[in-house]
């Protein structure tokens, strides 16, 4: 090597994976390591309809209340290296129909991927890998697609020993056609199916022009009761091998969750309210967002209640004004203290 220059060949990280593309935003999966739960701090929810659990995990579903999801659920000792885990739990035993679909998943801004060239010629090869432990044995299964459901790619995956944490790796060849998107909206979604029929279930191992969300054949954690699936360590990367976790900060990880949603208490902490305070001549009306928000946000009251008249919530991606009618709040001497939420999910 000459002197004053860099052979970035010789350049390894410490498990031997060149470091060309492993700094930076290495994993695309936000909360891969499911430590942000600003919504339910840590409780149990029963999806009735889609519903986001912990941050940027959405469950979806075709039938209300066939599993709940809890941070941590079972209380079991998560895999070496992690604190938490996305836990899903079944709550009866439950025939799949064709149309059918149970899924956990994650929306994936077209901004952080935009980087693989999807789409064309030349698109990069991902990895997958995660670590998952279940109740239940065998074949289960998931999928890759894209945000108008018009190219999929279903895999599956093997869980051959019953509560025991597995490490799962699987390898995806970037897709050369269909639309994936590149800026503020969905580029890529990750999906692992709980239980899903025919009509949304495809071969694995190959890209399909069809809305697919799971592989055919793969097990189905809503048809037994009581059955467990738990997920950690989530990780999408671009090449061809899995390589560490990319931990980060935990309080970089909750600012890129706070990018699409943000609450004003978190940590189980109700009484850490945004304050309003009113008088006859002064309302301290804008709440100014901790992150900027991926679009313009939904604002709503999520605990506490306003005094006198409910305001408009006018939001921008950096901030959200209050306001009645007239500008002011004619309260004069008194306070609201309120917690709301800005949603500006995928």
Request: aromatic share 14%; with cysteine.
């Amino acid at each position: 090597m000459a002197y004053g220059s860099v052979n970035v060949d010789l350049m390894t990280t410490s498990d031997g994976v060149s470091s060309a593309g492993t700094y930076g935003f290495k994993n695309r999966i936000i909360n891969g390591a499911m430590v942000i739960d600003q919504r339910n701090a840590g409780t149990s929810v029963t999806p009735t309809g889609n519903a986001y659990t912990l941050d940027r995990w959405r469950a979806e579903l075709s039938q209300s209340s066939k599993f709940s999801v809890q941070q941590n659920a079972g209380s079991v000792t998560p895999p070496t290296g992690f604190t938490k885990y996305l836990g899903t739990t079944s709550l009866s035993a439950y025939s799949v129909g064709s149309a059918d679909y149970f899924i956990v998943k994650q929306a994936i801004e077209g901004n952080n991927i935009a980087d693989l060239g999807w789409g064309a010629a030349g698109a990069s090869t991902v990895t997958l890998s995660f670590k998952v432990y279940s109740s239940l044995t065998g074949t289960f299964g998931g999928c890759i697609q894209n945000a108008d459901a018009t190219r999929s790619y279903p895999f599956t995956y093997t869980i051959s020993s019953a509560n025991t944490w597995t490490s799962i790796s699987i390898t995806i060849a970037g897709d050369t056609t269909g639309t994936w998107q590149t800026g503020t909206s969905t580029g890529i979604v990750v999906y692992y199916g709980l239980g899903v029929g025919t009509t949304y279930s495809g071969t694995a191992g190959s890209w399909a022009g069809a809305n697919y969300v799971s592989a055919t054949g793969a097990v189905s954690v809503v048809g037994t009761n009581g059955a467990t699936f738990y997920i950690t360590g989530v990780q999408l990367e671009k090449g061809s091998t899995a390589t560490s976790f990319d931990y980060r900060p935990y309080g970089t990880e909750l600012a890129l969750c706070q990018r699409y949603y943000e609450i004003t208490y978190y940590n189980g902490n109700t009484t850490a309210f945004e304050s309003y305070f009113l008088t006859s001549t002064f309302a301290k009306n804008n709440w100014f967002f901790a992150v900027t928000k991926r679009a313009k946000p939904t604002v709503a009251l999520v605990n506490g209640s306003w005094t006198n008249q409910t305001p408009t919530y006018y939001p921008e991606p950096t901030h959200c004004h209050f306001s009645n009618a007239v500008g002011y709040f004619y309260a004069a001497n008194t306070a609201d203290t309120i917690a709301a939420s800005a949603s500006a999910e995928l």
